[in-house]
């Protein structure tokens, strides 16, 4: 039988949750015998290749590709996980969401004391995405099927997950696994 | 005369004494009811609801309920705590809650509550609220986006500490905790070692200099959930 396929990406995050999945150790050898990686920056596969049992999304939506990118996993999902605080509650990012959007970019490319711009002009090249007016956690996208609070969440967490899912077990995490810290 | 009050909370029997309140009496027995607003040693409020139970299939605050003979209390079931955990997922939602970098993190009663009660992430959108900080004091300051308006710190300042520094201004969505002075908490007689100062449950008043003195792993409720320590001091 054709192991199933875990994808994973990182939207509005630092890839710190994705550190937290490869600081599952020499799990990692087991992981890799339960689950094929397809699309993920792990092994760098950029296309989904085909259907995959789990989607792990690190990071919230901050821009237009965040969105479009978070469709995609959940039309090539079964099981969505938003991994970490950023994709449950917005986290970090989601520090500009009391901030206008305008005073954002002015802060960013004309006000901010390291900022040198001579030439006085906010980036708006039509290949950059365009930013939303916040940062949205995922659930308010796409249905997310379950979260993964944590920043990161520890490799112990995001370890007992995959496992439960994997093995058709109900994800029931001890305390201790589950932290918004 | 001290003849006991008898009542059952999910069908366990306990025994109270007169003009004490449901939180007390069931504390006291061993069994732990969730709460935010209730501070032992504060007079009660009732206003989180957190305590909410069912009694005879009525919902009331366990905190200001005194017990009555023969009362039949739901409070540790599904239905309940699916009640607790809305409150839960509300309080978190209202304000701006960034526990990755808060320094109550680990000893906080609300975050603390979200993980008894199983919550992964809240249920509502967030509202992002805009909310500011109060720097000015040179030993306390005031960070709005994590009050969750328990009145604690009204409490303590007030009955224990005899100054009323605080209380709150404005109704509604802008309800907001306020120093009794024209401008900042600097312009008010708190001192660091005022009861006011520790009686927050969550990071909305904290002490400066302190930050994250305890280490993860090691803090109030790293390993164990709220309210076990009430649990396990019955089961001795
Ligand atoms: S006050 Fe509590 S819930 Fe709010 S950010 Fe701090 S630790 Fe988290
Ligand atoms: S500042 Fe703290 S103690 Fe005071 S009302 Fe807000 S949450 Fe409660
Ligand atoms: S603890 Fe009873 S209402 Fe808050």
Known sequence: ?181 | MSATIDFTIDGKEIKGQPGQTILEAAQQAGVYIPRLCYMKGLTPWGSCRVCTVLINGRPQAACTQPVAPGMVVESNTDKVNALRRNIIDMLFVEGNHFCMFCEKSGNCELQALAYRLGIAAPKYPFMFPKRELDMSHADVFIDHNRCIQCARCVRASRDVDGKHVFDFADRGAHRRIAVDAEAFLKDTDLAVTDKAAEACPVGAIVKKRVGYAVPFGQRLYDKEPIGSEIETAAAK
């Not at chain 1, 039309?75 to 950023?86: E, F, K, N, T």
């Not at chain 1, 449950?88 to 970019?105: D, F, H, K, S």
């Open chain 1, 1 to 181: 039988m054709a192991k199933p396929k875990v994808a994973t990406t990182s939207l509005a995050g630092c890839f710190g949750c994705h550190m937290s999945v490869l600081d599952i150790d020499d799990r990692i050898l087991k992981l890799i015998e339960l689950v094929q990686f397809d699309k993920s920056p792990i092994d760098d596969i950029k296309k989904f290749t085909g259907r995959c049992a789990i989607g792990l999304i690190e990071g919230g939506c901050c821009n237009e590709e965040n969105v479009r990118v978070l469709q995609d996993f959940r039309a090539h999902c079964d099981i969505l996980i938003s991994v970490g605080d950023c994709a449950t509650m917005g986290g970090i990012p989601a520090l500009r969401n009391m901030v206008p959007l305008q005073e954002c970019y002015e802060e960013a490319y004309l006000k901010g004391p390291t900022v040198h711009n001579p030439a006085r002009l906010i980036p708006n090249d039509p290949e950059l995405p365009l930013l939303l007016d916040k940062v949205y956690p995922c659930d308010e996208v796409v249905k997310i099927d379950y979260h993964l609070p944590g920043c990161p969440p520890s490799a112990d967490t995001i370890w007992e997950a995959l496992v439960a899912l994997l093995t058709n077990k109900p994800v029931q995490l001890p305390y201790e696994l589950v932290k918004y810290d």
